[in-house]
Every structure is written in C-alpha cells, then in structure tokens.
C-alpha cells in the first residue's frame, strides 16, 4: 500500500476531448517491486477511467520524496500523435488551488500559520485592502 504519500498529481490539458486510441503510455524508470502490484491496479482504473475521456494526462507519485511512478498516457497532441511523456508540460490551471490549500492546511497543523493574522504577516508586500 502506499503510505506517506508526498506527492500525487494529474496534471490534464485544458482541452477535455475523447482520445481516440486504446490507452497508450510511457513509463519513465522502473516501479519498486514493494510498489508494483498497486501501481498495476491504478495504472488501470487510469486506462480504463480517465485516459478514454481526455487526450493525455501524466501521473507521478512520490513516496516519502522518492518517486516510484511516472507515466504519460495518450496524446500531449493529439492532432500530431506525439505521445505524454516526462517532458511534457501541461498548463497547471486550477491545479494550483488544492496543492496551495494542502500547504496552507500542513503549515496550520505544524503551528506555523494562523489564520486568523492578516495576509501582511507572511507577504508584507501584499496592499491592505481594508
């Protein structure tokens, strides 16, 4: 099972259009054997799931900071085929929201954010909008 895991992002292109081929991938580095039977399984449920509703999406997961799983699926273009893989970059959108909000939420629980002091305390240069 993954425990203590320090990162695991999707990151989807904007454009959410059906890809048109069967789950097609590029795995970077080898999965660690204590990692291989859960990966085999999400690995999956991201084919079957989320690789037929979009053209391409890549999937990392790190644990206790090392990664373990890196995979692209499908198309970073699909009008020219050229596949997902590690290089690929997508725009990161929306994606912003949760991670800050994860790091807002671990910063609170280790005491080293009150929410409740004013935005200035942490980005003094932030203007005070009264």
């Known amino acids: 099972m993954f425990r203590r ?4 992002g999707l990151l989807i292109p904007a454009a959410l259009a059906a890809q048109a081929t069967p789950c097609m991938s590029r795995r ?10 859960v990966v085999a399984r999400e690995r999956t449920l991201v084919c079957q799931r989320l690789a037929t509703q979009i053209p391409g999406v890549q999937v990392a997961v790190a644990v206790n900071g090392k990664l373990v799983w890196s ?4 198309y970073a273009d699909a009008e020219r085929q050229q596949p997902v893989t590690r290089e690929t970059q997508f725009r990161i959108g929306s994606v912003s929201k949760p991670l800050t909000a994860t790091a807002v939420v671990l ?6 954010l009150d929410l409740d002091a004013p935005v200035q305390r942490y980005v003094p240069s932030f203007p005070d909008k009264g």
């Open 28 to 37: 970077s580095g080898s999965v660690p054997a204590a990692y291989a039977d």
């Open 71 to 74: 995979e692209g699926f499908g």
């Open 107 to 112: 910063l609170y629980e280790q005491g080293k």
């Open 5 to 8: 895991i320090g990162f695991a």
